[in-house]
């Protein structure tokens, strides 16, 4: 059974920094691309970025040039870097694969950008 669990949440000011992981389990990591999504209070779940299984990025056109995904082939993780955040950033953020045709998402971890 693929698991996800994401970590890394918590209260940063604005223009602060922040690195989210993602840990998977129960697939070949290194086979699959990733995705990291975001949910904002009272609004629906939005595409942050992506890394793909060689490596390429994709990102939503505002976190482009503020936030960067990674991944470590060896641990099993996936990256979420946040810099220079804003109040707007503020949300749940999720990891997502999809295996055999069906998505797996984590928990997600919480971010709230605040002073």
């Known amino acids: 059974q693929v698991h996800l669990v994401e970590s890394g949440g918590t209260l940063v000011q604005p223009g602060g920094s922040l690195r989210l992981s993602c840990v998977a389990s129960g697939l070949n990591f290194r086979l699959f691309p990733f995705e990291w999504y975001r949910q904002a209070p009272e609004k629906e779940r939005e595409y942050v970025g992506s890394?793909?299984?060689?490596?390429?990025?994709n990102y939503t056109d505002s976190v482009k040039g503020r936030f960067t995904i990674s991944r470590d082939n060896v641990w099993n993780r996936v990256y979420l870097q946040m810099n220079n955040l804003k109040a707007e950033d503020t949300a749940r953020y999720y990891c997502?694969?999809?295996?055999?045709?069906?998505?797996?998402w984590g928990k997600g971890t919480q971010v709230i950008v605040s002073s």
């Open positions: 997502k694969v999809t295996y055999r045709s069906r998505d797996f």
């Open positions: 890394i793909a299984a060689v490596g390429t990025t």
